[in-house]
């Protein structure tokens, strides 16, 4: 009956011990996951700020152009009126 107790033991210890292995991997995985979905979210912000910084950049060129045609027009009709 010991020989079967200690077989017995072994099998249980040998299963928590799988059990432990199985729940360190799942951790693992999951921690694996979140880090690649951070990764993810990070990439596409870092996206997004550059086109809003490209865009934010096209909007101040364009009205630097308006305000030197705008200049232009007007030098171009303070000369015909004199």
């Known amino acids: 009956n010991d020989g079967c107790s200690s077989t ?9 011990q799988n059990w432990k292995q199985k729940a360190v991997w799942t951790k693992k995985a999951k921690i694996i996951y979140i880090a690649e979905k951070i990764k993810n979210q990070t990439s596409e912000l870092s996206i997004v700020w550059w086109n809003s ?8 060129n364009r009205a630097k152009i308006q305000q030197q045609l705008a200049k232009i027009h007007n030098d171009g009709k303070r000369c015909q009126h004199q």
């Open 53 to 60: 910084q490209k865009i934010n950049y096209q909007q101040e």
């Open 8 to 16: 017995s033991d072994r099998i249980q210890l040998f299963q928590l």
